[in-house]
């Protein structure tokens, strides 16, 4: 069967450095403009929940950012592993350029859930199944960087990566089905793609809401991140070459 060049098109790091460049900035525009809208829907429009009254609107900021961490580490991982498997560059760069936003994710996640634990459990953090699994996630993500950053050789600092990414990844289920396996403090999820939402229309639009704008920050901050590590490792392509002397009879 043959497969069109198109597919391959942007595998190439020079033009996904232009096609990144073209995105971020409609990325951030689109996050911001959402990240307002949720903001102002959960915690001006959305009612006040009968049970743990104002303290809920916590989640907001919290779900969205518990499953960014959850699904960024699995496409890190599945980026570091293609290009561990095919000797893709570009692929590895990108797993490196996602790992720094998952575990800004992961630290939000982690902040949120205390900050929401406190007045719910009365503690800051309880060794709950869930947010100890949460909290093993930071440490593979910083593990991963740590590993990539310590060996000189590119090459084999990206193989080892993926190794740890993949082995790690065995964490994200673990911290999904956590409240289904064993008996939690942590509340089961509000949102289903199997049910019914178990909140209110404007509740869930602001979750929605938020979890567009999550994405969209961590696509462009990703991929301006993946522009940096591309010009760094294709310092000597001849490409990488013309822009830096357009640059500079710009700034001339």
């Given at each position: 069967m043959h497969t069109s060049p198109r597919f391959y098109t942007y595998a190439a790091p020079s033009r996904f450095y232009a096609l990144a460049g073209r995105l971020v900035p409609w990325l951030y525009a689109l996050a911001a403009l959402t990240a307002v809208a949720g903001l102002y829907v959960g915690f001006f429009v959305a009612p006040t929940d009968a049970t743990q009254g104002q303290v809920y609107r916590v989640i907001f900021?919290?779900?969205?950012?518990a499953w960014l961490s959850m699904l960024l580490y699995l496409v890190m991982?599945?980026?570091a592993v293609v290009g561990w498997a095919f000797n893709?560059?570009?692929?590895s760069m990108v797993a490196r350029a996602l790992?720094?936003?998952?575990?800004?994710?992961?630290?939000?996640?982690?902040?949120t859930g205390a900050l929401w634990g406190k007045?719910?459990?009365?503690?800051w953090w309880v060794w709950d199944?869930?947010?100890?699994?949460e909290l093993i996630l930071l440490?593979?993500?910083?593990?991963?960087?740590?590993?990539v950053e310590s060996i000189d050789d590119v090459r084999r600092a990206d193989h080892a990566g993926a190794l740890l990414a993949l082995v790690g990844a065995v964490n994200v289920p673990i911290i999904?089905?956590?409240?289904?396996?064993?008996?939690?403090?942590?509340?089961?999820?509000?949102?289903s793609m199997t049910a019914a939402p178990k909140m209110a229309s404007t509740m869930l639009t602001a979750m929605l809401l938020m979890t567009v704008a999550c994405w969209a920050y961590a696509f462009a901050v990703v991929f301006t991140r993946t522009r940096a590590i591309v010009l760094e490792r294709e310092a000597d392509a001849d490409w990488v070459q013309d822009l830096a002397r357009q640059a500079d009879k710009e700034t001339a």
């Open positions: 900021i919290h779900v969205p950012a991982a599945g980026w893709a560059r570009l692929a790992a720094p936003t998952g575990a800004l994710f992961t630290v939000m996640a982690l902040w007045p719910t459990w009365g503690t199944a869930r947010l100890t699994s440490f593979l993500y910083l593990g991963y960087i740590a590993l999904y089905f956590s409240v289904r396996w064993w008996n939690t403090l942590h509340q089961g999820a509000s949102v």
